[in-house]
C-alpha cells in the first residue's frame, strides 16, 4: 500500500508541476476566435477521451490517435475498430469511425478515419420571401484521414498522417490538404508517458461554387449594359492548427483496480491557451469510471466538467469489444451526451 499511495502522490505531483510550467510558459489572453474555417476539426473524438476532458495526447492506443497522436496507433498489436456517434450542440449529427492495423514490418501501424458533420436542413429565404421560398439548403463537413506510425525503439514511436478536409453549404464548397505530426514516449519511469502532437497544419479553404455566380450592373446610369456575369471569389480560410503537449500516468493499486491520470496543454493557432484535464479508475481491467475538466483557462470558454464510464472486454487471441459513454457540460448550449463502440479483432 506505501508503493500505491507514493504511486499516486507521484503522479499528482508530476501533473502539478506539469500544469503549473504550461501556465508560466504558455498562457495568454490574445484569442483568434472566427478566423479559421473547418471549426468542426477541433470537436475531441471518442467517448473514453471526452469523458476525460480531451486528456489523451499521451494515452492515445486506440483508433482514436489518428486524431489526436498518430504515433499512438503503432502501440496497438491488433485491428481495431471504433465508431462513435455525438447528438452534437443545436440539433446537429457528428459522426466518426476510425480503423488501425498493425503491419508485419518496420514496427509499424497504418490508421484511417472519416469525421461527418451533418448540420441539417433549413429554409431558402430571401429578402422578397423572407419565410421561405419553398426551398431546402442543407450544409455539412468531413475529413478523411490517412496515417502511419512507427515504433523507432521499444519505448518511442512516430506517427504522421495526411488528411483532406471538406466544407459545404448548399451549391458552395470548398477543400484542402493538411497533416497531423506526432510523437509518443513510454518513459523509464512505468506507467508514466508522454505525447506531443501538431494537427490541421495545411492549406486554406476557399469556397466557390455557382451559388457565388452572380450579374453585375457597373454602370447603373448607362441603359445598354447591365446583367454582366460575374463571380464573387472568396479569400481562403486557414485550419484550426492545435498543437498538444500532454502527460500520463497509470498506477496499479492491487485489489483496488488501477488508477490513471492524465494532463494536456492545448495550445490552439484560434484561441488561448487551455488545459484538459482527466482521471480514470479501472476494476478488473473491465469496468471503468472516469472524470475530467476540458478548457481550463481558456478565455470565454463554456465547457467544463465531463464525466463518464465504459466497460471493457478485451481477452487476448479472441474478439472483444469497448463501450463507453461521455457527459459534457456546455453552458447555455446545453448538454452533449457522446457513445462509442470499440471492437478489437
Not at 497522436?69 to 457528428?94: C, K, Y
Request: aromatic share 12%; charged share 15%; proline share 4%.
Amino acid at each position: 500500500m506505501i508503493k500505491q499511495f507514493c504511486g499516486v502522490t507521484l503522479s499528482l505531483l508530476l501533473l502539478s508541476g506539469f500544469l503549473t510550467t504550461v501556465r508560466a510558459q504558455f498562457e495568454t489572453n490574445v484569442s483568434n476566435v472566427g478566423t479559421t474555417a473547418a471549426p468542426f476539426l477541433e470537436i475531441g473524438v471518442g467517448a473514453r477521451a471526452m469523458a476525460m476532458g480531451g486528456a489523451y495526447v499521451a494515452l492515445a492506443n486506440d483508433p482514436t490517435a489518428v486524431y489526436y497522436n498518430p504515433a499512438g496507433i503503432v502501440w496497438s498489436d491488433r485491428m481495431q475498430l471504433e465508431l462513435m456517434h455525438n447528438e452534437w450542440l443545436i440539433d446537429t449529427n457528428f459522426d466518426f469511425i476510425a480503423a488501425t492495423l498493425p503491419l508485419g514490418f518496420f514496427n509499424s501501424s497504418i490508421g484511417m478515419s472519416m469525421t461527418m458533420v451533418d448540420y441539417g436542413e433549413q429554409k431558402v429565404r430571401t429578402v422578397e420571401r423572407p419565410t421561405g421560398t419553398g426551398e431546402l439548403y442543407g450544409s455539412r463537413d468531413y475529413a478523411v484521414t490517412l496515417s502511419y506510425a512507427s515504433a523507432m525503439t521499444t519505448q518511442f514511436s512516430f506517427g504522421i498522417s495526411a488528411k483532406y478536409v471538406n466544407q459545404k453549404i448548399w451549391n458552395v464548397s470548398g477543400g484542402t490538404m493538411a497533416m497531423d505530426v506526432g510523437v509518443f514516449y513510454n518513459t523509464p519511469v512505468q506507467g508514466l508517458r508522454m505525447g506531443m502532437s501538431i494537427n490541421n497544419f495545411g492549406g486554406k479553404i476557399r469556397m466557390s461554387g455557382r451559388d457565388l455566380h452572380s450579374t453585375f450592373d457597373p454602370d447603373q446610369q448607362n441603359g445598354g449594359i447591365d446583367r454582366i456575369p460575374v463571380e464573387i471569389l472568396t479569400d481562403g480560410s486557414p485550419l484550426p492548427v492545435i498543437f498538444r503537449a500532454g502527460i500520463s500516468y497509470q498506477r496499479e493499486v492491487g485489489m483496488f483496480g488501477s488508477i490513471l491520470l492524465t494532463g494536456d496543454l492545448k495550445h490552439p493557432n484560434n484561441n488561448t491557451e487551455s488545459v484538459n484535464l482527466g482521471a480514470e479508475y479501472g476494476f478488473g481491467n473491465t469496468f471503468f469510471l472516469r472524470a475530467g475538466y476540458a478548457n481550463l483557462w481558456e478565455r470565454d470558454s463554456i465547457s467544463g466538467i465531463t464525466i463518464g464510464g465504459g466497460v471493457d472486454y478485451v481477452t487476448p487471441g479472441i474478439p472483444g469489444f469497448r463501450v463507453d459513454y461521455a457527459f459534457s457540460d456546455w453552458g447555455v448550449l446545453q448538454d452533449a451526451h457522446r457513445f462509442s463502440l470499440g471492437i478489437v479483432f
